[in-house]
C-alpha cells in the first residue's frame, strides 16, 4: 500500500473522537474557541497569554508544516509528519496518537514522553476543543493554499494597471489578475489590492473569503481580519474637522446636508468629503464671506492612487519574499500587521498593526476659493487628533 494510502487511512487515530474540523480551524488560526469561552497559553516558566496571542499558525503556518523564526525551527505537524517516528539528531520519539497528541498539545509532553521545546506554549484546551483541533489537524495535508501554486502566487488588483513583477519568488512568479469588481470567490488569489476611491466593496468580498486585501480608502472603521486600508478611517476624518474647529471662528461641522439651521451664523462650515459628495455645495445657503473646509482621506487624484498602488505591489512583493517559502493568507496578514513607515510615493508615513488597519493619521483638507470656485488645499495634509 502506497504511503499516501496508508497516512488517509490513519486519520482518524489522529482526529480522536469526533470533533469539528470548521471549530478547530479557529483555534489554529485565531486561538479563539468556536464554544465562545477564552482560550490561554502558557509559555516559557509559565507565563500565562491569550491563546490569541499565540495562534498556531503563527509559528507553525497554514499547513502545519513550520518555519524558522529567530532561530527556532518550530515542529511539523502536518499528519505525514505525526504519524511516523521522528529519529534525527535533536530528538527520537514515536508516532503520535491522538492522546498522545492531545498531551504534547496541553502539556508540552511529545509522543515520547520529553519535554517540547520551551518555545512551544501549551494550551488550557476543554475535550471538546482539543477534538476539534484534531480534526483540523488530520486534514492539514489535504488542504490547498488559496493562490499559492508550485509556480505562481496570484493577487487580484481593482482601481489601478499593474505590471507584475520580473523577479520570483521562491521559484514563484507573481500573477496580477486585474478585476472590473471584487470577487464573488476568491479562492484562486492570496491577495487582493484595491486602488479605488472607496474600497468598502472589496473589503466586504475579502471579508467573506478571509482573502487579505490593501485598499486605498475606506469609510468603514472596521477593515475586517485581513483588511488593511492606507488612508485614514471616516471617524478620523470627522476628528480633524473636529480638531480644525478649535481654531478657526464660528465653526460649524456638518453631519448632513440637511442641516441648514443656524448656518448663517457660522463663519467656517466644515464637512467630510463623504458629506460634500451628497451635497451641492451651490446650494447650501452659505452667505459670502463664509469659509468652507472639507476632509478627504488623500488628495482625490487617480493618478496618485495609480502611484501609490505601484508601491504597494513593491511592499507586498518584499514581504512575500519575508514570509517564505510556505507563505500563505494568514502568513500575508502576519507580514502587514508589521509593516511601519514604508515609502508609499508622496503619502505621509502610516502604519497597520493587528489593531490598527487604517494607516494613515493624516487627513486631506481643502478650503473653497471663492474666487473661482474651487477646491484648494489649505492646508493639505492634516495630522488627526488620536
Known sequence: MKLAAILFAALPILQGSAGSADGGERIFREGVSPRGTPLVATVGRGDAVPAALLPCVNCHGADGRGRSEGGVRPADISPSALLRPLRDERRQ?????????RRAITMGIDAGG?????????????????????????RLDQRHEPGVAPDRLRIGV????????????YGRRIELVHLPRPPARSDDLLLLIDAGADGDESLTAAAAEELPAIVFAADGD???RGGFVITASLAARQRALESLAASVPAPRVIQDCGEVAGLST??????????????????????????????????????????????????????????????????????????????????PPLQWSATRRHGLDHVWLLRLDERDGRLQPAP???????
Open 380 to 386: 493639505g495634509w492634516f495630522r488627526t487628533v488620536q
Open 93 to 101: 520519539r514515536p508516532a503520535y496518537d491522538a492522546s498522545r497528541l
Open 266 to 347: 457660522a463663519h467656517t462650515l466644515l464637512l467630510t468629503g463623504r458629506v460634500a459628495a451628497a451635497c451641492d455645495l451651490a446650494r447650501l445657503p452659505w452667505p459670502a464671506g463664509q469659509s468652507l473646509r472639507v476632509a478627504l482621506p488623500a488628495p482625490p487624484e487617480a493618478a496618485l492612487r495609480q502611484a501609490v498602488a505601484e508601491h504597494v505591489l513593491q511592499l507586498v512583493v518584499e514581504l512575500l519574499r519575508q514570509a517564505g517559502r510556505n507563505v500563505s493568507r494568514a502568513a500575508v496578514i502576519a507580514r502587514l500587521q508589521t509593516v511601519r513607515e514604508p515609502a508609499l510615493g508622496a503619502l
Open 114 to 138: 520529553q519535554p517540547l521545546d520551551a518555545a512551544m506554549p501549551r494550551y488550557a484546551l476543554s475535550l471538546a476543543d482539543a477534538d476539534d483541533l484534531l480534526a483540523y489537524l488530520a
Open 222 to 224: 472596521d477593515a475586517g
Open 158 to 169: 481593482r482601481g489601478a494597471v499593474l505590471a507584475a513583477p520580473a523577479q520570483e519568488i
